[in-house]
């Protein structure tokens, strides 16, 4: 009996059988174990989605007014308690009527001190200074707000003419009139501090401050000066400084608008994120309670993530903003609650970022 050797399968023809019976079985082992590791570390649905809030504060105005000096711009930085400009209270059309009313009454006073007999020349000379006083003053008060307007419009102009806008004769003639403005405010300040060395020497001669109360043109006086000092107080400008340190990411109104109190001239965002604020869907797959662990997963490139917990619990289901519902939602809601940055290690997260938050077991 003959004993034949098996026939050699050939190499392409044992290829071709490993190619069809087993290679795609292989594949289909690695793929379904690959598309579970993805679907567990990547594709995962997110027990919440939150968003990364900073602090930010709402710059309102104090009064009703026209902004002056206001030229921050939206993406400047500004740190607490920096001026950022100042608001021209009323209107200076009512204020200008108000000081010439107290130049009447001051007038009125002049006349009747030249009915005075002559011993009392010496403290008529302190009435007169006083008046003086209060007349230059008030042409003080009136100049500071003619350069207050002039001042926006100077720099107003002065961006046209380095954009080449406006011609140079237009440009000079209001730099003209600011210069000639900044010149009568010093020579009012000038002039009224000399008078008040002069009023101080002569209240020190003449008892000035013991008979203010009995005599009644220096107590008309007296009156006057505070009633003018108080307009002065109630349409100076009032200051508006940065309430927080951070970056202008909105400004409504600029330099020369006029603002009524309350409305928001800007808004101030801190580039410090303080904490994240997630929605919870219903129905709750989990309790939410504070102490919760939870994993914070970034959606940028390499997925980063760390573990945290959950802070603290709203009240109350509220509307989720529309950036952070699900696509093709209509109206979704949830329940807010906030996690906890303390953990977050060298992951850097910028405010107003969207993450996904899975709740661990």
Known sequence: MKIYEPIPIPFKQRLKEFRVNILPLVVFIISGLTVAMLWSDQVTSPGMIGEVVSDSSRVASPADGMLINFYFQPYDEVEQGQLLGQIQRGDSLYLNAMLDEIRSEINLITESMDLTTGEQRTRINLEEIKIEQINTKIELAETEVSRNRVQSEFNRVSDLWQNEMISDMEYELVETELELLNVKVREYQELINYLNERIDELEESTGYRTMADRDPVLAAINFQERRMETVLAEFAP????????????????????????????????????????????????????????????????GRSFFNSYIEDVGGHILQIDQHLQRPGAIFESGLPVKISLAEQGDIRLTPGEVVDIVILN
């Open 238 to 301: 009032l200051p508006v400084y940065a309430p927080i340190s951070g970056v202008i990411s909105r400004v409504n109104f600029k330099t020369g608008e006029f603002v009524r109190m309350g409305e928001e001239i800007m808004k101030i965002e801190s580039d410090n994120p303080m904490y994240i604020v997630g929605y919870m869907r219903q129905p709750f797959q989990y309790e939410p309670e504070v102490g919760l662990e939870v994993q914070v997963r970034t959606r940028r490139a």
